[in-house]
């Protein structure tokens, strides 16, 4: 695993949408060969849509052969509601760039056979050729897209029924009415999220920190889901200072003082290669 | 024109929802549309992008109010109307307006039973702007603030609604009718008018509060050319002008005004007035006259003369204001300088203002999902640079 800390959560944005950046770049996509990359919504990464999109308008990255999949959506809310991820994606987004819409993945909570819609999400993935790169962030309760404490570290893409503590944190998102906020969502798996080539986690702000710690200092577990991402082989965590208040003096001095390696990965005529051999 | 074809105009700031937004616009098949819902469900990308160049894209201008244009007068010129008002409906585009209301003022009957039916509601086009109705205003008006109509041919409200058929002969054509509020049965026909979808507007009238306020309880919805040709406003009974502030109009109901913001026919203190006032139902009219567009000298306006001196229209010989030679599109000019409101205020009074006076802003006057794609596209300093109808453009500046 890499922790990269950075001082604010605008670097972190930046710093996300560089990495993304340069691996779709390297990646030189084309019509044969698509970069397949997964993506959460939520507020940590808006900032990094909005440096992608920066990025993409001054000519420095398109988007024309990236796939897309998204980690989740809410089952049973209309499409166009602000709060669902299709809204999201669209509005911060997918409309500012040159992706092409038949590219582009989100699961549909309005399907009319859910269960189905999950086993074709699962099929389209693996039809892609399997995700190269997958962007999460998590919430203070250690999830990661809509796998929920005590989710399976090897579920799949499925239906999942949301915790009180998640509705209680959305409710503001729906007018402070818990009962119109939506009680089930789609969302992929730990498992799914592991198959990734790799994995990219977006942390900010102090109301994270000890979910951070729980992720990176103590063992797996699946009542803090983030924490399955120890064992993936290439896990990149991207955080603020303020996420960093629950780690050890001793985890963030090191990782800080790894701070220069970890910043030739954003930079444009670095090979990534030679990075991954040198873990 | 139903082609199938997406058009995305990008690079754009779109007026919408009161706001001007970064933010592109898609058109299909006449109507501007959702493009989240071309994205999910159908899955592909506009067919043509036109680059905007940083232009303010704002709904169409609609005139409510103008009596003719480039020497053309709907009600002098009796002989070929149709023609006629396909001529001025061509040279609006140029100026921005893309959906307007013919307006026929105090006529004899025989000039009604004559034009009115060739003047009929009908889509615009490259041919030329959306004609939406036509406006009567008169003859049934109060003598005492005729303005420039001729008295000859200001009638009562005697037999009630009879006397309306018996002098338009049919309505169908008709959108708006402009009447003075005080005459006796105007209640009635009011009410008859309203219930008919037509749009009664009080003016040439020299009523008081409780006359407006009336005729607001009985549908009527506008007010014509606010502080002309109605009563000055006094502090003890401040006449028309006192419905912009009038505590008596039932609830949900908003009393729209035209106002002439040429510069010369209402002050621009007045025009600060009304919007300070009222800004929720101010609609800016050009009230333009057959001279808009034309050079100084004699022209015709209804039965009369009219003179252009210095930029001004009189009636010959005279001194008296008998309408506007300002294009819309100066209009909307003039009055954001002489209120300092800001631009999509001033853009939507002369556009969604209209639209909702009228009762057509599911369709006209926004920019919003489903609308028309009725718009133009302007500078930073509000110049117009194309004008488009049903997304197609049908004129550009060269």
């Not at chain 1, 997918?94 to 590219?103: A, G, L, S, T, Y």
């Not at chain 1, 250690?142 to 005590?150: K, L, R, Y």
């Not at chain 2, 086009?125 to 004609?131: A, F, R, V, Y």
């Not at chain 2, 057959?290 to 100084?296: F, N, R, T």
Request: glycine share 8%; charged share 20%.
């Amino acid at each position: 695993m890499r922790l990269v800390i950075l001082d604010t959560a605008a670097a972190v944005a930046e710093w996300s949408a560089k990495y993304v950046m340069k691996r779709i770049n390297d990646f030189k996509p084309g019509p044969d060969k698509y970069f397949v990359l997964g993506l959460p919504t939520g507020s940590t990464p808006y900032g990094m849509y909005q440096k992608l999109i920066e990025y993409h308008n001054a000519g420095k990255v398109s988007f024309k052969y990236v796939k897309t999949f998204n980690m989740d959506e809410y089952v049973n809310l209309p499409r166009d509601h602000p709060e669902s991820y299709h809204y999201y994606m669209w509005n911060n987004f997918f409309k500012h760039i040159d992706i092409d819409p038949k590219n582009v993945h989100i699961l549909d909570g309005n399907a009319s056979d859910l269960v189905e819609e999950c086993n074709s999400y699962e099929k389209k993935i693996t039809e892609a050729g399997g995700i190269e790169l997958f962007v999460g962030g998590i919430g203070p309760d250690g999830h990661i897209a809509f796998n929920e404490p005590g989710s399976s570290l090897v579920s799949r893409t499925r239906v999942k029924t949301l915790a009180q503590d998640t509705l209680e944190a959305n409710a503001r998102f729906f007018g402070n009415d818990i009962n119109k906020v939506p009680k089930q969502a789609l969302t992929v798996g730990v498992g799914t999220v592991m198959d990734a080539n790799e994995v990219m986690i977006l942390i900010t702000g102090t109301h994270k920190s000890f979910a951070l710690y729980k992720a990176i200092e103590e063992g797996v577990n699946h009542m803090w889901t983030v924490s399955a991402f120890q064992q993936h082989p290439h896990t990149l965590m991207i955080c603020d200072e303020d996420a960093t208040l629950e780690l050890r003096v001793k985890t963030v001095k090191y990782f800080k003082a790894l701070s220069a390696v970890h910043h030739k990965l954003i930079e444009e005529e670095t090979p990534l290669d030679q990075f991954r051999t040198i873990h | 024109m139903k082609t199938g074809k997406l058009l995305q105009f990008v690079n754009c700031l779109i007026l919408r929802n009161h706001k001007l937004i970064n933010e592109d616009l898609w058109v299909r098949d006449g109507k501007i549309i959702n493009p989240e819902k071309v994205f999910f469900d159908e899955k592909i990308t506009a067919d043509e992008k036109i680059d905007c160049k940083g232009a303010i894209i704002a709904p169409g201008f609609i005139d409510i109010q103008i009596n003719g244009a480039f020497g053309i007068d709907f009600s002098y010129n009796t002989d070929k109307v149709e023609e006629g008002v396909q001529y001025v409906s061509k040279g609006l585009l140029e100026h921005g307006v893309t959906s307007f209301c013919p307006t026929v003022v105090t006529s004899p009957r025989e000039v009604y039973h004559n034009v009115l039916p060739r003047i009929s509601k009908r889509a615009g086009g490259k041919h030329g702007s959306t004609i939406l109705g036509i406006h009567v205003e008169g003859p049934f008006i109060n003598v005492e603030k005729k303005g420039a109509h001729p008295s000859q041919f200001i009638r009562d409200l005697n037999e009630g609604f009879s006397s309306v058929l018996d002098t338009y002969g049919s309505l169908d054509n008709i959108k708006i009718v402009t009447l003075a509020p005080e005459l006796k049965n105007a209640d009635r026909v009011i009410q008859k008018l309203t219930s008919l979808n037509i749009s009664v507007s009080v003016g040439h009238s020299i009523g008081n509060l409780k006359d407006g306020e009336e005729a607001v309880r009985n549908g009527a919805i506008l007010i014509t050319h606010l502080f002309n040709a109605m009563l000055p406003f006094h502090h003890r009974d401040p006449g028309l002008v006192g419905l912009l502030a009038s505590n008596k109009i039932p609830q949900n109901r908003i009393v729209y005004f035209g106002i002439i913001a040429d510069g010369i026919h209402t002050h621009p203190s007045a025009l600060r007035i009304a919007y300070r006032t009222h800004s929720d139902g101010l609609i800016l009219v050009t009230d333009a006259i057959s001279a808009m567009g034309l050079q100084e000298g004699k022209h015709n306006i209804g039965q009369l003369s009219v003179e252009i001196r210095e930029g001004k229209a009189y009636i010959t010989g005279t001194n008296t204001l008998c309408g506007s030679i300002a294009t819309m599109n100066q209009c909307v000019k003039l009055f954001k300088e002489a209120t300092g409101c800001p631009i999509e205020y001033a853009l939507e009074a002369a556009s969604l203002h209209p639209a909702l006076a009228l009762g057509i802003s599911d369709k006209k006057g926004t920019l919003n999902f489903g609308s028309d794609a009725d718009f133009v596209l302007l500078d930073d300093g509000l110049n117009l640079l194309s004008t488009w109808i049903a997304g197609e453009c049908v004129y550009k500046r060269l």
